[in-house]
């Protein structure tokens, strides 16, 4: 950044009042964003902080492999063994993380040693190439639904580092109106959707309000509502007056009746569900909420400077609740996934890291629904992959945090990036996160 | 001034929002009375009718060369006292808000501690009440110390960055990186000194990125912070899953721990001496920062340009003040306290590490030192206050009091939110917190 930052600092998607060359940005194509940005260089400072992660972790990977380092002792009497071991190392966990998430080539050759289509699909060796696939989609789902639960109001220009607490708000709706109730097939799922986009948007809504009429930071109400929820939960799973399944003591609940659960999409080899389209159907929703109506202008507007909305007539502190309980919304919809696609209870750990995952998903999406959908998508890989990765490399699945955080750690920073690889910049702006808003603000 | 923030700064224009309805304004008035009489309420209600028996509480740790006599209190009857009190307290200060009575800032604080100390007896006596086992108070107060290190001096980071107007989010980060460091550095040396030191650095490593990205590269101060704990708790995980389990457990996870100093004639006073000075090294060395760091900030010159630039960058740059190069150097150097606070988890009470060993009290110590407007001794209050609670809940636990662990363990955070929401009084951070500063 060789220029000061003006005062409307620009957003991830450029407001109207600091559109520079007068262009409506709700009547932009893909096609003229996607040039857009490859002009600006984003997408070129995102492929380079996706190597740089990647070099870094294979790296990480090789020097901590217990045969990598004996060869780096015998490194001055055999140079040649030493390079090899750590590049077989860090190969082989990307080929392994590469096979759990895409595609692996022993399924593909399995299928075709099967002597006709018929019985390769009947016993599941079709199934079983598409495996790894499906299971991207299942593991991006809530990924995708929380990383928009963080863009959308980061597009307004507040940071909802709550996505935990508002899962959890989705995932108890979700799991009790699951297993208390028994209604008809189609009716039971769509209520249980529902509710839980009703039960992460009152945490939304909760976090928003405070925000609205306080003026209380949302960054630490919602870190504090986190917790809130997390103890809560605890709560409710430990009393069998409450959600704790009779008879047992180990704080799950019932099991979600059959009716509520989300369809499959694939089979039952295959655990893709109705939810990956939820989580699709989400962010086209997202878009056009931004793009095409005057309540997404409005949160982009108030993102790029909410004084000058406020002066423009627009009632900022109802945009803020509007657009946290949307958000919290979304990530209890990404709660409905979990725990009807994929758990079918719930337990004190159901929420995972769906709440951090959300916003490395967020960042490296650019705060943009489709960004988030692709984010998802890789980060969702990542997920796919990396329990088959730790039984065949023994590398720690840990090393897929590690590379996703230094993925949005660079992406964060394109002065960074373009320092190190020399790229110029071809306008002087940088990423989403380059945003220089204060605590106070 | 390019920053965004003077927008902001422009107060005719902005109206208040929706905020300034009357239904509002009488909550916000009497939002401390209305709170006391909940608190004397549930004395009454709650402690006093279900309370019986008689509750026992002991001062005196076990091998005491001085020993103080039991206090034996009927439960019931110091419920209704404790009750009766903080109601006569809320009366006091609703006359307050009308103009009958006059109470000056420090009595009204002194109110708010007396109605949260008269709350917890009465807890208290309720929870020991028909108990054959006395509470032992001093054992409640001392755990509260210790619990409360990480915190504690994770808040005083978060003090020195805040006021020097860097957000740190990291400090999450950077007690676990300390505890992760900590941990080894003693495990291979068997230097208890190295591994305090390389916990420091640790932490310090975390304050030189955070810096670099936040005030070279200006990216976002509370982004990054998240951004930087996912790194380390993605990198501790991992490091603890490749080299410190299975065959190197022994030689890299396997660290001493300090034990307990006392400290002569002081640690021998009764309750007090126990509680305060009989702990461990961490304790002292919290003690320390604590005087250093509120010394430093109200009464050096170094304290006073930390708060110049926390508050406004350009008046300090324009008297001659190096304000990026002193963010830098207050960032690092406040880096070294939460890196030894981490360090506290590994060397100081458990030994070994342990993945997400933290569990998010740099999180916490963050929002004790919001709860402490940001000055030193409010932030370790606060942070005292979170300890308090962590340490009461494994107590009653532990004597099969019925009440309900995760309850009382949710309650400082929604203290923390009423805080933060204001209902308790404004907090107001420093001026140009997390405005990156941009020479002109």
Known sequence: MTTPPPAAEPSATPPPAAEQDGQDSSGRSFGDNLRRAIQENTLTVIFLALVSATIIGGLLTAFTNTTVLNAWGHFFSSPGNAIGQAWDAAFGTYWALFEGSIINPHTVSALFQQASLATAVHDGFLSAVFNPLSETAVQATPLILTGLAVALPYQAGLFNIGGQSQFIGGAIMAAWLGYAYNMPFFVHVVVCVIGAFVGGAALGWLAGEIKARTGAHEVIVTIMLNYVMLYFLAYVLSSHSLMEAPGGSDSITLPITSNAHLPLLAGTHLRINAGFLIALAAALAVWWLLNRTTTGFEFRSIGANASASRVAGMNVERNWTRVMTIGGGLAGLAAATVILGTDFTLNPQSYGTYGIDAITVALLGLGRPGGVVAAGLLFGALHAGSPGMQVATGTPVQIVQVIQALIVLFVAAPPLVRTIYRVRAARARGVSTTMSKGWNA | ?440
């Open chain 2, 1 to 440: 001034m390019t920053t965004p923030a003077s927008a902001e700064r422009l107060p005719v224009l902005l109206s208040p929002g929706p905020s300034g309805s009357a239904a509002a304004r009488f909550g916000g008035r009497f939002a401390a009375a209305i709170t006391y009489v909940a608190f004397g309420l549930v004395n009454i209600l709650v402690f006093g009718l279900h309370a019986h028996g008689s509750a026992t509480f002991s001062f005196t740790p076990e091998f005491a060369k001085v020993s103080v006599p039991n206090l034996t209190l009927p439960a019931a009857v110091t419920s209704y006292v404790c009750g009766a009190v903080t109601l006569a307290l809320a009366v006091a200060r609703a006359l307050d808000v009308l103009g009958v009575v006059r109470l000056g800032q420090v009595w009204r604080r002194v109110t708010v501690g007396a109605v949260l100390f008269l709350f917890i007896i009465a807890l208290l006596a309720w929870a020991d009440g028909g108990q054959t086992i006395s509470f032992n108070v001093v054992n409640l107060l001392s755990g509260t110390l210790d619990d409360s290190i990480p915190i504690m001096l994770g808040a005083l980071t978060g003090v020195i960055c805040s006021r020097s107007g860097v957000i740190n989010i990291a400090i999450e980060g950077q007690l676990l990186l300390g505890a992760f460091c900590a941990a080894i550095a003693t495990s291979v040396s068997g230097s208890l000194w190295l591994g305090v030191l390389c916990g420091a650095l640790a932490g310090s490593l975390v304050a030189v990125i955070l810096a670099v990205f936040a005030i070279a590269y200006r990216v976002d101060q509370v982004v990054l912070g998240v951004v930087l704990n996912t790194l380390i708790l993605g990198l501790t995980g991992y490091l603890y899953n490749a080299l410190m389990t299975g065959q190197y457990s022994n030689t890299l996870n396997n660290p001493a721990t300090f034990n307990p100093v006392k400290i002569p004639l002081l640690g021998d006073i009764p309750i007090i001496g126990p509680v305060f000075f009989d702990s461990s090294v961490f304790l002292y060395i919290t003690y320390i920062v604590l005087a250093g760091v509120q010394f430093g900030l109200a009464r050096t010159r170094w304290g006073l340009r930390t708060r110049a630039i926390g508050e406004h960058p350009e008046a300090a740059d324009t008297v001659g003040i190096r304000v990026i190069a002193m963010r830098y150097q207050n960032v690092i150097l406040a880096g070294l306290i939460a890196g030894i606070g981490g360090a506290y988890f590994t060397i100081g009470s458990v030994g070994s590490f342990g993945i997400d060993m933290s569990s998010g009290e740099g999180y916490i110590a963050l929002a004790a030192m919001i709860f402490g407007r940001y000055t030193p001794f409010g932030a370790i209050g606060a942070a005292l206050v979170f300890g308090f609670t962590t340490q009461l809940q494994s107590i009653l636990s532990s004597i099969n009091v019925p009440i309900q662990s995760n309850l009382l363990l949710l309650t400082p955070y929604v203290v923390t939110i009423i805080v933060v929401a204001g209902l308790v009084g404004k907090v107001r951070g420093p001026r140009a917190e997390g405005v990156p500063f941009i020479k002109s």
